[in-house]
T-cell receptor, first 111, second 119 residues
């Protein structure tokens, strides 16, 4: 089983719609979780950390389900500029820096 | 906003040559990292560096690779005897993770990468 798994997509989303997708992780003791976005051939950029109680940042909502070992990202009122690949990133419990990346979920927002 | 800077943005080298990729982490960060991404694949951890020594490394990071912090600002990745399969985007990152501080507040901050092409 892969350490971090994501649906590669693409998720084709009409502008203004809502899209949500998940990421599963294999290490139950993982300590922290993040969503990054990556535009084509660019560096990953932090979108948001994912807290145990769930958290929101504007149109973005992240949830953590430790029992089922997945995190989710929901994007409301999608904008064309939200088109990107969204990377799920997990930090294992016994590591200070060996962040594990999912392969990414591609989102394409269409006019 | 402080940035991680990497040079060069693109490096072309012949198989068997040595390359040095350079990075300037964010100045008050303590942890430095190298990750790589082969075209079309996921971002892979190579090495983390703290207090002037390697903290963790992956199985990719073998004797062909080395890292160094030659002065107070630069952090370098040296790849000896490059192979075709070393062609990838190499990202430097830093974080301000410290003992007692939640890792949630210390995510990775990436540079804009060096595209290495080995011919």
């Amino acid at each position: 089983r892969k350490e971090v798994e994501q649906d590669p997509g693409p998720f084709n989303v009409p502008e203004g719609a809502t899209v949500a997708f998940n990421c599963t992780y294999s290490n139950s003791a993982s300590q922290s979780f993040f969503w990054y976005r990556q535009d084509c051939r660019k560096e990953p950029k932090l979108l948001m950390s994912v807290y145990s109680s769930g958290n929101e940042d504007g149109r973005f909502t992240a949830q953590l389900n430790r029992a089922s070992q997945y995190i989710s990202l929901l994007i409301r009122d999608s904008k064309l500029s939200d088109s990107a690949t969204y990377l799920c990133v997990v930090l294992p419990a016994d590591s200070w820096g060996k962040f594990q990346f999912g392969a990414g979920t591609q989102v394409v927002v269409t006019p | 906003e402080p940035e991680v800077t990497q040079t060069p943005s693109h490096q072309v080298t012949q198989m068997g040559q040595e390359v040095i990729l350079r990075c300037v982490p964010i100045s008050n960060h303590l942890y430095f990292y190298w990750y790589r991404q082969i075209l079309g694949q996921k971002v892979e951890f190579l090495v983390s560096f703290y207090n002037n020594e390697i903290s963790e490394k992956s199985e990719i990071f073998d004797d062909q690779f080395s890292v160094e912090r030659p002065d107070g600002s630069n952090f370098t990745l040296k790849i000896r005897s490059t192979k075709l399969e070393d062609s990838a985007m190499y990202f430097c990152a830093s974080s301000d993770f410290a003992s007692g501080r939640s890792s949630y507040n210390s995510p990775l901050h990436f540079g804009n990468g060096t595209r290495l092409t080995v011919t």
